[in-house]
């Protein structure tokens, strides 16, 4: 019996990943199908099965890769040393204007498929209680009362995950410009010009062009 040829085979799995990526963040969960991703690459159906043992497999991958690229990062990011709660903030707002730290796509893709997946679902409201309790964290380290806490908490993250889920376009400097004031209101108190400085250096050094 011939076996299919060997160049095919070598598709990596990122290379299927990255394709059902691409498919998922454009068209939700219902178009990552086995079929399309092998016309997408140009490999056979067979090439897949090399890779992963079925499409619930490629499927958890990409929730592997929510959990460690969005919040991952935020827990990181709130974590970092910080001189200050608008130093603490920036750090955390780094993530909603850099696209290499958190994956706005990606993580409004997730949430859209946990609607209609009860496991998935429950995965992500324990991921967002997660975010919460690490920005809350970062309001307590800087003694802000447990419901003060609690509810700017909230209303950062709440903020920011309704921005980045309407269709808003805006440069990057811009956006950083804007995240200046949103830590003043978070924090309830100004930014020092030097930590404002600070910040707009790393997205004017980061921003395109």
Same mark, same amino acid.
């Given at each position: 019996?011939?076996?299919?040829?060997?160049?095919?085979?070598?598709?990596?799995?990122?290379?299927?990943?990255?394709?059902?990526?691409?498919?998922?963040?454009?068209?939700? /969960?219902?178009?990552?199908? /086995?079929?399309?991703?092998?016309?997408?690459?140009?490999?056979?159906?067979?090439?897949?099965?090399?890779?992963?043992?079925?499409?619930?497999?490629?499927?958890?991958?990409?929730?592997?890769?929510?959990?460690?690229?969005?919040?991952?990062?935020?827990?990181?990011?709130?974590?970092?040393?910080?001189?200050?709660?608008?130093?603490?903030?920036?750090?955390?707002?780094?993530?909603?204007?850099?696209?290499?730290?958190?994956?706005?796509?990606?993580?409004?893709?997730?949430?859209?498929?946990?609607?209609?997946?009860?496991?998935?679902?429950?995965?992500?409201?324990?991921?967002?209680?997660?975010?919460?309790?690490?920005?809350?964290?970062?309001?307590?380290?800087?003694?802000?009362?447990?419901?003060?806490?609690?509810?700017?908490?909230?209303?950062? /993250?709440?903020?920011?995950?309704?921005?980045?889920?309407?269709?808003?376009?805006?440069?990057?400097?811009?956006?950083?410009?804007?995240?200046?004031?949103?830590?003043?209101?978070?924090?309830?108190?100004?930014?020092?010009?030097?930590? /404002?400085?600070?910040?707009?250096?790393?997205?004017?050094?980061?921003?395109?062009?």
């Amino acid at each position: 019996m011939k076996t299919a040829p060997q160049c095919r085979a070598r598709a990596t799995r990122s290379i299927w990943l990255d394709a059902a990526y691409d498919l998922f963040v454009q068209d939700g /969960i219902e178009a990552v199908k /086995i079929m399309p991703l092998a016309k997408k690459l140009n490999l056979t159906r067979t090439g897949f099965y090399w890779h992963f043992k079925d499409l619930a497999e490629l499927h958890d991958a990409l929730v592997d890769i929510w959990q460690a690229r969005n919040t991952g990062i935020i827990l990181e990011r709130c974590s970092a040393p910080a001189d200050s709660l608008c130093s603490a903030l920036f750090n955390l707002t780094d993530c909603w204007i850099d696209p290499d730290l958190f994956d706005a796509p990606l993580d409004l893709a997730i949430h859209n498929w946990a609607r209609n997946d009860s496991k998935l679902q429950k995965l992500v409201e324990a991921s967002d209680a997660d975010r919460l309790e690490a920005v809350r964290a970062v309001f307590l380290r800087f003694g802000v009362t447990p419901d003060a806490a609690h509810y700017r908490a909230l209303t950062t /993250i709440l903020t920011q995950s309704g921005y980045y889920s309407k269709p808003i376009i805006e440069a990057r400097l811009d956006r950083a410009l804007a995240g200046c004031h949103y830590v003043e209101v978070f924090a309830g108190e100004p930014p020092t010009e030097q930590e /404002i400085d600070d910040f707009l250096s790393r997205h004017r050094e980061g921003a395109p062009g």
